[in-house]
């Protein structure tokens, strides 16, 4: 059964350092998404996107991040001078038509120190 | 960000049925997604409701009501391994998520 692959399943990084979480889609699939989820709290979207460009973005989702589909496979977040509450577990998700059913990766756990 | 409200915790009994409920802001809200979220572990997906009524699959069913903004969850035939968290999330403007902080189940024996 296909599914969305996430890479790696733990990273740590020295607070200021500059993160690159990557993903593997759904082959088939055309929207994708990124979502955090802090130790404990609730799942948090961060940013969707379809046609080589961002749909949405919340307001977590500033300067400080960034998305890219650097090919035909990957789908990657790019966080910036990282900072102690951006540790969390980063979630991967596709779908194939808007609003229906995501599958979700099995995460990255970012911790920053 | 849009609220999302749901029960904190919920116990039941195996064999029982549950029902979770969940309460949203319906200003810009266009479906509700039901998720299971194991410890440690991904969401994966339930249900999707975008009309008024009752989605049944399975053990599962989840309603919606858009003119009250509110769903529930209904697990019947309760086993062990549905102890998880299960998470309310509201997508809004075609393209937004929000989540609920989700409910964590016990089914005890």
């Known amino acids: 059964e296909p599914e969305v692959t996430q890479t790696p399943s733990h990273q740590v990084t020295q607070m200021g350092q500059e993160v690159i979480l990557r993903c593997v889609p759904i082959?088939?699939?055309?929207?994708f998404y990124w979502y955090r989820q802090i130790l404990g709290q609730k799942v948090e979207f961060l940013v969707s996107f379809y046609n080589n460009e961002i749909s949405e973005k919340s307001e977590i989702f500033d300067d400080q991040f960034s998305v890219e589909r650097p090919d035909g496979s990957n789908f990657t977040l790019k966080i910036r001078s990282t900072k102690l509450e951006d540790s969390a577990m980063y979630f991967c998700?596709?779908?194939?038509?808007?609003?229906?059913?995501?599958?979700f990766g099995p995460g990255t756990r970012l911790t920053v120190l | 960000g849009q609220n999302i409200d749901q029960p904190t915790e919920m116990t039941a009994t195996e064999g029982a049925i549950v029902q979770i409920n969940c309460t949203y802001q319906t200003s810009g809200f266009n479906g509700l997604f039901w998720y299971q979220q194991h410890a440690g572990e991904a969401p994966t997906f339930l249900s999707y409701?975008?009309?008024?009524g009752l989605e049944e699959k399975g053990r599962f069913s989840s309603f919606l009501s858009r003119s009250k903004g509110y769903s529930y969850l209904l697990l019947k035939e309760l086993q062990m391994k549905d102890s998880a968290s299960y998470l309310c999330?509201?997508?809004?403007?075609?393209?937004?998520?929000?989540f609920g902080s989700g409910t964590k189940l016990n089914v005890k024996p």
């Open positions: 409701n975008v009309l008024d």
């Open positions: 998700a596709s779908s194939e038509p808007q609003g229906y059913e995501q599958f």
């Open positions: 999330a509201g997508l809004y403007n075609f393209n937004k998520f929000y």
């Open positions: 082959s088939n699939h055309l929207y």
